[in-house]
């Protein structure tokens, strides 16, 4: 006989999701470069913006009010209306 | 005794005889036989005899067992069981047996729940089929069979479907048939299932932060610690031992939140949770204080509850760590020992960043109580010796890079914020130890203790 239990999860199923295709070069991409506002991560994230700005891209920097927390809904949709591409930076 | 009456019913009103084990009962009058007892479960039949007045599809009246003038009023027969006693009690309902109960209200009422169903094939082992789903912790949990979550639920007098919480990090609604389901695997008894449902509403507030303490990088996780009458209701232990091994009640609520965390807003180990060491503490740490015998105020009284309430306290912290003085004999002396041990918590050099349990053992507790120090005077003279220079705390002070900015040099820093120390009593009766549970980042930035009552 076929027993059964309950099923102690959430139950989402994420569809799979393709990511986007990768770009082709640098040139014409506006990247935002998210500091999660750990300690040095602003270290990290100067160097890239300078690499990022050789290789011709646009950089736009955001920054996270707590690294504790996700974030905000409003900081997450300026960043999506604004970049074609975004680097989030941890650190420690 | 009353088979030989139902005719004498019958000639007066529409009598329906409803017979549980034996078909051919009452012999009298024909009988319905409720063979899967489905009548008895619907109708929360608990004793037979049990006599109903129904009219017009409704119940109007009931009567358990046989009570002469109460079967008289019932069925109008003015001279029923004349040579019968007054009163019979009756016996208890097959549908109540303790072991067909369960089994009943899984079948009748599990309509109610509506978790997905897990299919174990006859070979399977369900404890193995757990571990191999991904829903443990890493220990064997009690399978969650329908009878078992329909028990659970007894606990409560919350409706199944209702939502205690959103729980991230995949931000899943929870309702109270899920963290029964949960309770069900930790190990819980039904009267457990308010402490987890408290803890889980607790965990899930912006306050508490649980994504937060979850995703840190930092070895810390729920701590939940228990207050009122209802902790030593349920059997919690806060004396020796209290924050080890041994107590069911104290181990499987601690564990049901973290497994909720875990199953139902998606929080694992190397996915959302990035500990770097993580601590044993995140199986389960949850313990009670220990208010009989305790010369200092409650820790949830001290938050704003009556000593009558059944509490949860959250705290997201790290595991324990032993503070030692045996040597100390006046209030004085022991403050000191345990502001000096209190400084060093995360870095020596690191101010007002984290919060911090203490939990005084009954023997420093009495070394405080013979001084006249209660709760408040106990954290004043924590904090006034935790008053630090700035030059010793800056970067590069002492030899060690971690420390303030070197601008606070000429600033006196307090080690914790005013509400930083929570005090707490539990532990055994010997020993001159106290244990202090390090936090996480604190404040509106990280995590904020936070209390809720604990209803049934």
Request: charge should be negative.
């Amino acid at each position: 006989m076929t027993r059964f239990l309950l099923d102690p999860t959430g139950e989402r199923h994420a569809p799979h999701r393709e990511p986007l295709p990768r770009a082709a070069s640098l040139h014409g991409q506006v990247v935002g470069l998210l500091d999660i506002s750990k300690p040095r991560g602003d270290i990290f994230l100067n160097r890239l913006e300078e690499l990022l700005v050789e290789g011709g891209a646009e950089v736009r920097r955001f920054r996270k009010p707590t690294f504790t927390k996700p974030a905000p809904v409003d900081l997450r949709h300026e960043i999506a209306t604004q970049c074609t591409l975004v680097i989030e930076a941890l650190a420690d | 005794m009353v088979a030989p009456l139902l005719p004498a019913v019958a000639a007066t009103t529409s009598l329906t005889v409803i017979t549980q084990d034996d078909p051919t009962f009452p012999g009298t009058v024909s009988a319905r036989h409720d063979d899967d007892l489905s009548l008895s479960w619907h109708h929360d039949i608990d004793t037979v005899p049990t006599v109903m007045v129904v009219r017009d599809g409704i119940e109007v009246d009931r009567t358990v067992g046989w009570s002469r003038d109460e079967w008289r009023r019932l069925t109008g027969v003015t001279d029923l069981g004349a040579d019968l006693p007054v009163m019979r009690p009756g016996c208890g309902s097959m549908s109540v047996d303790p072991d067909l109960a369960d089994r009943l209200a899984a079948t009748f009422g599990g309509r109610a729940l509506r978790s997905r169903h897990i299919e174990v094939a006859e070979a399977e082992d369900e404890i193995e089929a757990l571990f191999d789903l991904g829903y443990t912790d890493g220990l064997p949990v009690v399978p969650p069979t329908p009878e078992r979550v329909m028990r659970m639920l007894t606990g409560t007098t919350r409706d199944p479907q209702e939502v205690v919480a959103i729980v991230p990090p995949d931000l899943v609604e929870v309702t109270v048939e899920k963290v029964a389901v949960n309770a069900v695997m930790a190990g819980c008894l039904p009267e457990y299932l308010p402490w987890v449902l408290a803890a889980v509403e607790a965990a899930c507030t912006d306050e508490f932060n649980i994504h937060g303490v979850l995703a840190t990088t930092m070895p810390v996780g729920p701590v939940v610690i228990c207050n009122g009458p209802g902790t030593r209701a349920i059997g919690m232990n806060g004396a020796g031992n209290a924050l080890g091994q041994g107590n069911r009640a104290n181990l499987t609520i601690g564990r049901a939140l973290q497994l909720v965390v875990r199953n139902v807003g998606g929080g694992r180990p190397g996915e959302v949770d990035r500990a770097t060491h993580g601590n044993p503490g995140k199986v389960s740490f949850c313990f009670p204080e220990l208010e009989h015998g305790s010369p200092f105020t409650s820790l949830a009284v001290s938050r704003g509850f009556a000593p009558t309430d059944d509490t949860i306290t959250l705290f997201a912290g790290e595991g324990p760590r032993c503070v030692v003085d045996q040597k100390a004999r006046s209030a004085d002396d022991l403050a000191t020992t345990f502001a000096a041990c209190l400084r060093t918590l995360h870095n020596p050099k690191l101010v007002l960043a984290f919060d911090a349990v203490l939990v005084i053992g009954p023997e420093h507790a009495r070394v405080f109580a013979d001084d006249g120090w209660d709760r408040e005077r106990v954290l004043a003279e924590l904090h006034a010796r935790l008053q630090l220079p700035g030059t010793e705390l800056v970067h590069g002070a002492g030899g060690i890079a971690e420390g303030v900015p070197a601008h606070l040099a000429d600033a006196t820093l307090p080690k914790f914020r005013p509400d930083g120390i929570l005090l707490v009593h539990a532990g055994g009766g010997a020993g001159l130890f106290s244990t202090i549970i390090g936090g996480w980042a604190n404040g509106s930035t990280g995590s904020q203790p936070v209390t809720r009552k604990v209803t049934t």
